[in-house]
């Protein structure tokens, strides 16, 4: 089997940064992501969650509005909310890379990434 996402969106709102009671930061944002074409254009809201320093790096770098693109697996929760079985769909990221427009006194691209692979243990 292969769980694997790829996601292009917006962030919906700022980064929400929290730390287990292990000391372990996690960080979870929710990010829009247009589909279809023309008159069938729609969008999907994903939340996103991110662990130890690739958390870190979304909590210092992201923010409502910004371009990102997200690598990671999707995880479906099941819980029962008033007597009913939902489930609850997340996206566990192992890469964000934040995609900036080019800056007006700048003319090159910026684009910082970071991943659990940067981690260097």
Request: charged share 30%; aromatic share 10%.
């Amino acid at each position: 089997m292969y769980n694997k996402v790829f996601l292009i969106g917006n962030l919906t709102r700022d980064p929400e940064m929290r730390y287990t009671t292990s000391g372990i930061p996690v960080t979870r944002f929710t990010v829009a992501v247009n589909r279809g074409y023309g008159d069938n254009k729609q969008v999907d809201f994903l939340r996103i969650s991110t662990w130890r320093k690739l958390a870190e790096f979304c909590g210092e770098y992201l923010a409502k509005g910004r371009s990102v693109a997200i690598e990671g697996s999707l995880q479906l929760s099941e819980y029962e909310k008033d007597g009913k079985d939902r489930v609850f769909a997340e996206v566990m990221a192992d890469r964000v890379e934040v995609l900036n427009k080019k800056d007006s006194q700048n003319d090159d691209e910026t684009v910082k990434t970071s991943s659990d692979e940067d981690i260097p243990f």
